[in-house]
Nanobody, 125 residues
Framework: VQLQASGGGLVQAGGSLRLSCAAS????????MGWFRQAPGKEREFVAT????????YYADSVKGRFTISRDNAKNTVYLQMNSLKPEDTAVYYC???????????????????WGQGTQVTVSS
């Protein structure tokens, strides 16, 4: 699976962005998809994940109620809608795929076996 993330940018606090992650290669619908982020000097942290059908989602407490993960299997794409952005959301955001046989929710980096290249999100105060 090859993953290509896009949609990052510079936004003011309180604003919104939508990230996209386009997948190619092996069957997209066999994978759970997730978003992670990594700020400078910090470890990569879990943000959100979505099941293969899109019917189940799980979020980190820090983004719950502000971010929404979704997927369009017809387009082999997963999205992260980010609203009410805060300066502390500033990070490089990565999409990743996890096998459907993994335990739910896949909220750690080692649950994922393919990673995209990352897209920068900067939130100014």
């Amino acid at each position: 699976v090859q993953l290509q993330a896009s949609g990052g940018g510079l936004v003011q606090a309180g604003g919104s962005l939508r990230l996209s992650c386009a997948a190619s290669g092996r069957a997209f619908t066999t994978y759970r998809m997730g978003w992670f982020r990594q700020a400078p000097g910090k470890e990569r942290e879990f943000v959100a994940t979505v099941s293969w059908s899109g019917g189940s989602t799980y979020y980190a407490d820090s983004v719950k109620g502000r971010f929404t993960i979704s997927r369009d299997n017809a387009k082999n794409t997963v999205y992260l809608q980010m609203n009410s952005l805060k300066p502390e959301d500033t990070a490089v955001y990565y999409c990743a795929s996890a096998p459907s046989g993994s335990s739910w929710p896949p909220a750690t980096t080692n649950a994922y076996n393919y990673w995209g290249q990352g897209t920068q999100v900067t939130v100014s105060s």
